[in-house]
């Protein structure tokens, strides 16, 4: 640290960064139009003036020196910020200074004697209200470039520019056309740094940003979409939500956002929200009275249990609840129901890597936190597009990669970070393991391993080296369509870099060997010794959903107790029985799948669905309609009255994320508070006020009265999670597991000392590539692959009721140009697509991105049908389905 004088008082601050820092350290607030802590400096509108070392400099852009003396909060200084902000005033419109407006310039002028008769602009430039989160008002712009160096620095998108000279520059889209044609992902970063409400999201606060201080009531929260876990204020104003805004000081976001946590809100406010429960009486649903609610589903378990035991009752728990509601859904179905037959959406996404990982290193979490991953030299990026899945860590990630970091990445698509790799990798689709492989062959061919690491710190070497010798580059080449020059490429690259990291998503896990898939992934990590030594950064998914890990590590599995001990243990359910007071039964209960099988079959006479679209994000989704119409009771918490709602028997009205309290665990395995910001509409209730209400109307009393209460019982169950509480992270913000003692840091990298497997040391996997479940043939020549698009999010029930349907208004069926001229496919134009398990109907969009052979599209529009095209082959080891693999054929329409 260097210590700087500032008006007398000494402030330490690290070496070199800007005085800004310094004054504002010491206490002394200045105008810095121009400027914005999360990219790099300008100097350009010099509000910011200081006297250092009696030179008058810009404070931004000099950087801080050891024994420097500073002078900020003089008259004559003061004179001269007030000089250059009138300057700029001087060409705006007196709108710019409006009473009551929120903006920093206003607030600024205000601190300054700054009025509004300053401002003598004529206007007249007009402005862009194409977009639904994005409106530019040109006469209020001051061309101090904010918003470009935001949108290319921090998001990555370069989608905005400087038109114009001298007094007539202004911003635009770099297309030239209309906000709404433009590139523009709608992150909100150039709203929020805008100083002027010449960017602004359209509503009631204009000009609200995270630098504003006049806002009213700010709740911090973590976002209820994507695994990530982006940090958010969420402003209200008259019981409304007024904005949503990046945390500055968010641990994962750091102040960026993206379309969906900044903007998609209208979900919560739509006429189609539940907000009383719903009761079928012959055939049709009504609205009924919660005790009314209550007793039919109380009722209904009851005679479920009597008729075919408790294992005739099952639950999907859900990856959008707090850990806390997933902890009391499992302890419901294990304490009163007596089954273990409860389950969440990880099944049908990352159980593969909970099994995978589980197996090589002996934790179902990703091996380091991805403020490590940043820092590699090398990122191999496997089956995921995080610039539209999880676009903040895309973001993050593109940056690193600009700034010099190689780029593998290994995806059938051409998108996202694609267009930035070294080297490019699109194997077909279902030959991941040949592909890892192939990978692992020339790490060993090539003497790129870690011998010391091997020898000491890793099991199966032989074995794999053995099995190895079977995938060359030229035969792997043969099975996954990958050039052999590309594969040793890659491989080099992983191989010869100081500190490699591997990220990864669905595109490793949906498959009919998607465990297999992640452990010949991990072998590369471990072949490198680039986990658990600070020289690489392991292995890390990217998880789907807001709270994926977290429903898994609060126990919503069949298998296992929270912190994944297993229910075959008598040590682990002895210690849940202490806790619980009851018996835990010691027969692993149904997976997902399984459920509906024994729904179809007449054995499951009771389901209850919590916070899950099943007909709409499950595999071959005309097998599960009829499942749930074969069930007796099936009970459904929703948000909106989906398509798994219609087939109920009974649906409860659910709080939002914005709505409840609790936690959720993001996809480095950080544990973060979830707070209300509004209250739920109507009758609607959180999901653990509806757990409770349902255990008392079987006259149990579950314990855990609050969100925090709940976590800290989990917290006696499982060593992992025993130095977490609700304060603590209301003190710190994110702490990560494992986090065994409450006055220690969690672990944020694992393995620094051993692994947690049995004997310490990490397994190779040494097993075959086998092919995928479908394959295509003359009838279903076309492979098609589903995933996600950035506008929107899962089934899209909360994206497509808002701003975002003008964004992206229909599901696209992405076909090759070849194919498209081979099937009399028109861009644009509607088209049937079928496989052998069912129908859909999309729109074509002709485009290079996808290979000729292959066809992707998203799952966010259910009407679409996309999902009764899926098939019901799932993953040998998890039953996850294999999305990313099923024989189509497309006719126009």
Same mark, same amino acid.
């Given at each position: 640290?260097?210590?700087?004088?500032?008006?007398?008082?000494?402030?330490?601050?690290?070496?070199?960064?800007?005085?800004?820092?310094?004054?504002?350290?010491?206490?002394?607030?200045?105008?810095?139009?121009?400027h914005d802590d999360r990219f790099s400096p300008a100097g350009s509108c010099r509000t910011c003036l200081v006297?250092?070392?009696?030179?008058?400099?810009?404070?931004?852009?000099?950087?801080?020196?050891?024994?420097?003396?500073?002078?900020?909060?003089?008259?004559?200084?003061?004179?001269?910020?007030?000089?250059?902000?009138?300057?700029?005033?001087?060409?705006?419109?007196?709108?710019?200074?409006?009473?009551?407006?929120?903006?920093?310039?206003?607030?600024?002028?205000?601190?300054?004697?700054?009025?509004?008769?300053?401002?003598?602009?004529?206007?007249?430039?007009?402005?862009?209200?194409?977009?639904?989160?994005?409106?530019?008002?040109?006469?209020?712009?001051?061309?101090?470039?904010?918003?470009?160096?935001?949108?290319?620095? =921090?998001?990555?998108?370069? &989608? $905005?520019?400087? #038109?114009?000279? +001298?007094?007539? !520059?202004? %911003?635009?889209? *770099?297309?030239?056309?209309?906000?709404?044609?433009?590139?523009?992902?709608?992150?909100?970063?150039?709203?929020?740094t805008c100083p002027t409400g010449a960017i602004v999201e359209p509503g009631p606060a204009p000009g609200l940003?995270?630098?504003?201080?006049?806002?009213?009531?700010?709740?911090?929260?973590?976002?209820?979409?994507?695994?990530?876990?982006?940090?958010?204020?969420?402003?209200?104003?008259?019981?409304?939500?007024?904005?949503?805004?990046?945390?500055?000081?968010?641990?994962?976001?750091?102040?960026?956002?993206?379309?969906?946590?900044?903007?998609?809100?209208?979900?919560?406010?739509?006429?189609?929200?539940?907000?009383?429960?719903?009761?079928?009486?012959?055939?049709?649903?009504?609205? =009924?009275?919660?005790?009314? &609610? $209550?007793?039919? #589903?109380?009722? +209904?378990?009851? !005679?479920? %249990?009597?008729? *075919?035991?408790?294992?005739?009752?099952?639950?999907?728990?859900?990856?959008?609840?707090?850990?806390?509601?997933?902890?009391?859904?499992?302890?419901?179905?294990?304490?009163?129901?007596?089954?273990?037959?409860?389950?969440?959406?990880?099944?049908?996404?990352?159980?593969?890597?909970?099994?995978?990982?589980?197996?090589?290193?002996?934790?179902?979490?990703?091996?380091?936190?991805?403020?490590?991953?940043?820092?590699?030299?090398?990122?191999?990026?496997?089956?995921?597009?995080?610039?539209?899945?999880?676009?903040?860590?895309?973001?993050?990630?593109?940056?690193?990669?600009?700034?010099?970091?190689?780029?593998?990445?290994?995806?059938?698509?051409?998108?996202?970070?694609?267009?930035?790799?070294?080297?490019?990798?699109?194997?077909?689709?279902?030959?991941?393991?040949?592909?890892?492989?192939?990978?692992?062959?020339?790490?060993?061919?090539?003497?790129?391993?870690?011998?010391?690491?091997?020898?000491?710190?890793?099991?199966?070497?032989?074995?794999?080296?053995?099995?190895?010798?079977?995938?060359?580059?030229?035969?792997?080449?043969?099975?996954?369509?990958?050039?052999?020059?590309?594969?040793?490429?890659?491989?080099?690259?992983?191989?010869?870099?100081?500190?490699?990291?591997?990220?990864?998503?669905?595109?490793?896990?949906?498959?009919?060997?998607?465990?297999?898939?992640?452990?010949?992934?991990?072998?590369?990590?471990?072949?490198?010794?680039?986990?658990?030594?600070?020289?690489?950064?392991?292995?890390?998914?990217?998880?789907?959903?807001?709270?994926?890990?977290?429903?898994?590590?609060?126990?919503?599995?069949?298998?296992?107790?929270?912190?994944?001990?297993?229910?075959?243990?008598?040590?682990?359910?002895?210690?849940?029985?202490?806790?619980?007071?009851?018996?835990?039964?010691?027969?692993?209960?149904?997976?997902?799948?399984?459920?509906?099988?024994?729904?179809?079959?007449?054995?499951?006479?009771?389901?209850?669905?919590?916070?899950?679209?099943?007909?709409?994000?499950?595999?071959?989704?005309?097998?599960?309609?009829?499942?749930?119409?074969?069930?007796?009771?099936?009970?459904?918490?929703?948000?909106?009255?989906?398509?798994?709602?219609?087939?109920?028997?009974?649906?409860?009205?659910?709080?939002?994320?914005?709505?409840?309290?609790?936690?959720?665990?993001?996809?480095?395995?950080?544990?973060?508070?979830?707070?209300?910001?509004?209250?739920?509409?109507?009758?609607?209730?959180?999901?653990?006020?509806?757990?409770?209400?349902?255990?008392?109307?079987?006259?149990?009393?579950?314990?855990?009265?609050?969100?925090?209460?709940?976590?800290?019982?989990?917290?006696?169950?499982?060593?992992?999670?025993?130095?977490?509480?609700?304060?603590?992270?209301?003190?710190?913000?994110?702490?990560?597991?494992?986090?065994?003692?409450?006055?220690?840091?969690?672990?944020?990298?694992?393995?620094?000392?051993?692994?947690?497997?049995?004997?310490?040391?990490?397994?190779?996997?040494?097993?075959?590539?086998?092919?995928?479940?479908?394959?295509?043939?003359?009838?279903?020549?076309?492979?098609?692959?589903?995933?996600?698009?950035?506008?929107?999010?899962?089934?899209?029930?909360?994206?497509?009721?808002?701003?975002?349907?003008?964004?992206?208004?229909?599901?696209?069926?992405?076909?090759?140009?070849?194919?498209?001229?081979?099937?009399?496919?028109?861009?644009?134009?509607?088209?049937?697509?079928?496989?052998?398990?069912?129908?859909?109907?999309?729109?074509?969009?002709?485009?290079?991105?996808?290979?000729?052979?292959?066809?992707?599209?998203?799952?966010?529009?259910?009407?679409?049908?996309?999902?009764?095209?899926?098939?019901?082959?799932?993953?040998?080891?998890?039953?996850?389905?294999?999305?990313?693999?099923?024989?189509?054929?497309?006719?126009?329409?």
């Open positions: 640290m260097t210590p700087i004088e500032v008006d007398g008082v000494v402030v330490d601050v690290p070496e070199g960064v800007p005085l800004l820092a310094a004054v504002r350290g010491a206490g002394i607030e200045l105008p810095a139009l121009c006297r250092a070392d009696g030179r008058v400099v810009a404070s931004c852009v000099t950087p801080a020196a050891a024994g420097a003396r500073v002078e900020a909060a003089t008259d004559g200084l003061r004179a001269l910020r007030r000089q250059a902000v009138e300057v700029i005033v001087s060409a705006l419109p007196p709108r710019a200074l409006a009473p009551g407006s929120r903006t920093e310039l206003a607030e600024v002028c205000r601190s300054l004697g700054i009025g509004p008769g300053k401002a003598t602009g004529a206007g007249g430039r007009g402005g862009d209200d194409s977009h639904p989160y994005v409106h530019l008002d040109r006469d209020l712009c001051i061309a101090c470039d904010r918003c470009v160096r935001m949108c290319a620095d =921090v998001q990555g998108t370069f &989608a $905005l520019t400087l #038109v114009g000279r +001298g007094a007539d !520059t202004v %911003v635009a889209p *770099g297309t030239g056309g209309p906000w709404a044609q433009s590139d523009c992902v709608a992150c909100g970063g150039c709203v929020d940003t995270t630098a504003s201080s006049r806002a009213a009531t700010r709740t911090r929260t973590t976002c209820g979409y994507c695994g990530v876990g982006c940090t958010l204020d969420v402003v209200t104003e008259d019981g409304g939500i007024a904005a949503v805004l990046p945390a500055r000081d968010g641990p994962v976001n750091r102040g960026h956002a993206c379309v969906k946590g900044r903007f998609a809100r209208g979900y919560r406010t739509s006429p189609e929200r539940l907000t009383r429960p719903l009761l079928r009486r012959e055939g049709r649903l009504e609205p =009924v009275g919660w005790d009314e &609610a $209550l007793r039919h #589903v109380a009722e +209904g378990l009851r !005679t479920a %249990v009597r008729a *075919g035991g408790p294992d005739a009752v099952a639950a999907i728990s859900s990856a959008r609840a707090t850990n806390e509601e997933n902890y009391l859904l499992q302890k419901f179905m294990r304490v009163v129901i007596g089954t273990n037959s409860v389950d969440n959406c990880s099944r049908l996404c990352h159980s593969p890597s909970a099994a995978g990982l589980t197996a090589t290193f002996g934790l179902p979490g990703g091996t380091d936190t991805f403020d490590d991953v940043e820092r590699s030299d090398c990122l191999l990026i496997v089956g995921a597009n995080p610039v539209e899945a999880h676009p903040v860590v895309g973001a993050r990630l593109l940056q690193r990669v600009l700034r010099g970091a190689r780029l593998v990445v290994a995806d059938p698509r051409a998108v996202g970070l694609a267009a930035h790799a070294d080297v490019h990798l699109r194997p077909r689709p279902g030959t991941n393991v040949a592909l890892f492989h192939g990978l692992a062959h020339v790490l060993l061919a090539e003497d790129l391993v870690d011998h010391a690491f091997l020898r000491d710190r890793a099991a199966g070497l032989p074995e794999l080296t053995e099995l190895l010798d079977d995938y060359p580059p030229d035969r792997v080449a043969a099975i996954t369509g990958v050039p052999a020059a590309d594969l040793v490429a890659a491989a080099r690259l992983y191989g010869r870099a100081e500190c490699p990291a591997i990220v990864y998503g669905l595109g490793v896990t949906e498959h009919l060997h998607g465990t297999d898939g992640v452990r010949t992934l991990a072998n590369l990590a471990v072949l490198r010794g680039a986990v658990g030594t600070g020289r690489g950064f392991g292995v890390n998914p990217l998880r789907g959903q807001n709270n994926v890990q977290g429903a898994s590590d609060m126990g919503a599995l069949p298998d296992v107790l929270p912190g994944y001990g297993t229910v075959t243990d008598p040590a682990v359910r002895s210690r849940a029985e202490d806790v619980w007071g009851v018996t835990v039964p010691d027969r692993p209960g149904l997976r997902i799948p399984e459920m509906f099988a024994a729904a179809r079959a007449g054995r499951l006479r009771a389901l209850w669905v919590v916070g899950e679209d099943v007909c709409a994000t499950d595999p071959d989704a005309n097998r599960v309609a009829q499942a749930l119409d074969a069930c007796p009771l099936v009970v459904c918490n929703e948000l909106f009255l989906s398509e798994t709602a219609r087939h109920a028997d009974i649906v409860l009205p659910a709080a939002s994320w914005l709505e409840k309290d609790g936690t959720f665990v993001n996809f480095d395995r950080r544990f973060q508070r979830v707070r209300p910001a509004v209250a739920p509409p109507g009758q609607a209730r959180s999901d653990f006020e509806i757990v409770h209400a349902v255990a008392a109307a079987m006259h149990t009393d579950l314990g855990c009265p609050t969100p925090a209460a709940a976590l800290a019982e989990c917290a006696r169950l499982t060593p992992h999670f025993a130095g977490l509480s609700h304060q603590r992270l209301n003190r710190e913000g994110a702490v990560p597991w494992p986090c065994p003692d409450p006055a220690r840091p969690g672990q944020a990298t694992l393995y620094r000392e051993r692994f947690a497997t049995a004997d310490g040391r990490a397994r190779l996997a040494a097993t075959r590539y086998l092919p995928p479940g479908e394959q295509p043939d003359d009838h279903f020549p076309l492979i098609l692959v589903t995933g996600r698009r950035w506008a929107h999010y899962n089934s899209g029930s909360m994206t497509r009721r808002g701003g975002n349907l003008a964004i992206d208004p229909v599901d696209h069926l992405d076909v090759h140009p070849d194919d498209a001229a081979r099937y009399d496919v028109r861009d644009g134009a509607p088209l049937t697509v079928e496989s052998r398990h069912g129908q859909a109907r999309l729109i074509a969009r002709v485009s290079e991105q996808t290979p000729p052979g292959q066809v992707f599209c998203s799952f966010h529009f259910p009407a679409s049908g996309v999902n009764r095209l899926t098939s019901d082959h799932t993953d040998t080891a998890t039953s996850c389905p294999e999305y990313k693999v099923t024989a189509v054929r497309v006719a126009a329409l």
